[in-house]
């Protein structure tokens, strides 16, 4: 009956449904043909995957994210990032990498931060900096893959909600990844620049006293990741608290501090929620249905059983896992990955005697990179579309980033401490 999921899903992909209503349709099966539930049990599960507490943090943190670029935010974290970096080889390529960095704190999405560096700094990146359309897109897309696990990472709340992992320990297990991430990628960066000469975007450094201006107009988008591991941290709020209060905290300073926020922004950052949510709460009522058909099937067992009879060795039952996500990443949104992929993948790596946290953020990493890879990349297409990029060109440019990229991985895995230090030693 696996496999006929299997094959029913990977059908409907084929002949181009949308991944959500594949994922019902491919557990229609199990209802009807096994006769062990009714077909009622599908619409009640539809239902109860929405009754969720902690899923509340995704509307909440969506909707605070766009209140915050609606104040001004980006183009103050643009200025702080250029100030910081533009004087380097590279100039706008490394900016786009910190301004990933500080833009994970507010967005919470790689799709949506990629794309909105693309138009913002893409173009400059090819007509003053000196790069390629390609090369520009390449480090703007990989650049992307930070904000997978600064929190508030998207992707970590939906990890965490679908297999019952905390998600205040996964936010604060990204901070450290996503700084090493960071300092990875900019050494990438500052490498291919010097190679294919890329002009600084600043002729020299800055003043002392333009950088102190530039972090104090960017203080309160900073402070925003800040306030959630001290919150974290004592105990203040949830996750789902948290989301609620920092709608409160943009609303705040986008009308009485930056005083940007006007009723027409307002209307645009709550539309634009509203879509976000709808997509998001639709692959998540459809994975419920398949999620429960393959719990009835014994999914996770037999999945667990089969790589087991493979190897008892942890290391490659991880590499398995690990060649399964980027595979699957390459096909799948990264919504639906995590929704689909992980409660099955999960027990089978904790059985192998890894922790779920440390997982939690390789997991999310590695969706994201397939993400960058043909042949359905949304990262990738969403990059190469706005910057006009052919994918076979983006994918030579890229190899430097998937490197780096293959490293910061490495050094996960072989040094699980990265991302538990921060959740042992806070929580």
Same mark, same amino acid.
Do not use: C
């Given at each position: 009956m696996l496999l006929l999921i299997g094959g029913l899903f990977a059908f409907f992909l084929i002949v181009g449904m949308p991944v959500a209503f594949a994922l019902a349709l491919a557990s229609i099966p199990v209802f009807i043909l096994t006769g062990t539930m009714p077909a009622t049990v599908a619409v009640q599960k539809m239902v109860t995957a929405t009754q969720s507490f902690p899923l509340l943090a995704v509307p909440f943190f969506i909707l605070a994210g766009n209140l915050m670029n609606a104040t001004g935010i980006t183009n =103050? &974290?643009? #200025?702080?990032? =250029? %100030?910081?970096?533009?004087?380097?080889?590279? /100039? %706008?390529?490394?900016?786009?990498?910190?301004?990933?960095m500080l833009m994970g704190g507010i967005s919470g999405s790689a799709v949506a931060d990629a794309a909105m560096e693309a138009r913002l700094l893409g173009p400059g990146m090819i007509s003053k900096g000196g790069y390629s359309k390609a090369a520009a897109a390449a480090v703007i897309a990989?650049?992307?893959?930070?904000?997978?696990?600064?929190?508030?990472?998207? /992707?970590?709340?939906?990890?965490?909600?679908?297999?019952?992992?905390?998600? /205040?320990q996964l936010f604060l297990a990204g901070v450290v990844p996503g700084i090493l991430l960071t300092a990875i990628l900019m050494l990438?960066?500052? &490498?291919?620049?010097?190679? #294919?000469?890329?002009?600084p975007d600043l002729q020299s450094f800055p003043t002392f006293r333009e950088l102190l201006a530039s972090f104090v107009d960017?203080?309160?988008?900073?402070?925003?990741?800040?306030?959630l591991i001290v919150g974290f941290r004592f105990g203040f709020f949830t996750a789902t608290e948290a989301g609620a209060f920092l709608v409160?905290?943009?609303?705040?300073?986008?009308?009485?501090?930056?005083?940007?926020?006007? %009723?027409?922004?307002?209307?645009?950052?709550?539309?634009?929620?509203?879509?976000?949510? /709808?997509?998001?709460?639709? %692959?998540?009522?459809?994975?419920?249905? &398949?999620g429960y058909a393959v719990t009835i099937e014994r999914g996770p067992q037999q999945i667990t059983e089969l790589v087991t009879a493979l190897t008892s060795e942890p290391v490659l039952i991880l590499m398995l896992i690990v060649t399964l996500l980027v595979v699957s990443g390459m096909f799948l949104e990264g919504a639906a990955n995590i929704l689909l992929i992980t409660p099955i993948v999960l027990p089978v790596l904790v059985h192998a005697g890894y922790?779920?946290?440390?997982?939690?953020?390789?997991?999310?990493?590695?969706i994201n990179l397939g993400g960058l890879t043909p042949p359905v990349g949304i990262i990738m297409f969403t990059v190469c579309g706005i910057l006009d990029v052919?994918?076979?060109?983006?994918? =030579?440019?890229?190899i430097p980033y998937f490197v780096a990229i293959l490293l910061f991985l490495t050094l996960l895995v072989i040094f699980p401490q990265l991302s538990l230090l921060l959740p042992g030693s806070l929580m």
């Open positions: =103050r &974290l643009v #200025n702080f990032a =250029r %100030l910081l970096t533009g004087w380097m080889a590279g /100039g %706008l390529g490394q900016v786009s990498i910190v301004l990933s990989f650049g992307s893959v930070i904000t997978a696990t600064i929190p508030p990472s998207i /992707g970590l709340i939906l990890f965490g909600f679908i297999n019952e992992v905390s998600i /205040g990438t960066a500052w &490498l291919v620049a010097k190679q #294919n000469n890329y002009a960017s203080i309160w988008a900073i402070a925003f990741p800040v306030i409160f905290y943009a609303i705040v300073v986008g009308v009485f501090i930056h005083r940007e926020l006007t %009723l027409e922004a307002l209307y645009e950052a709550v539309k634009g929620t509203i879509s976000d949510i /709808g997509m998001v709460m639709l %692959l998540i009522m459809m994975a419920a249905i &398949l922790d779920p946290v440390h997982m939690g953020i390789l997991i999310v990493t590695l052919k994918t076979g060109a983006f994918a =030579r440019a890229s």
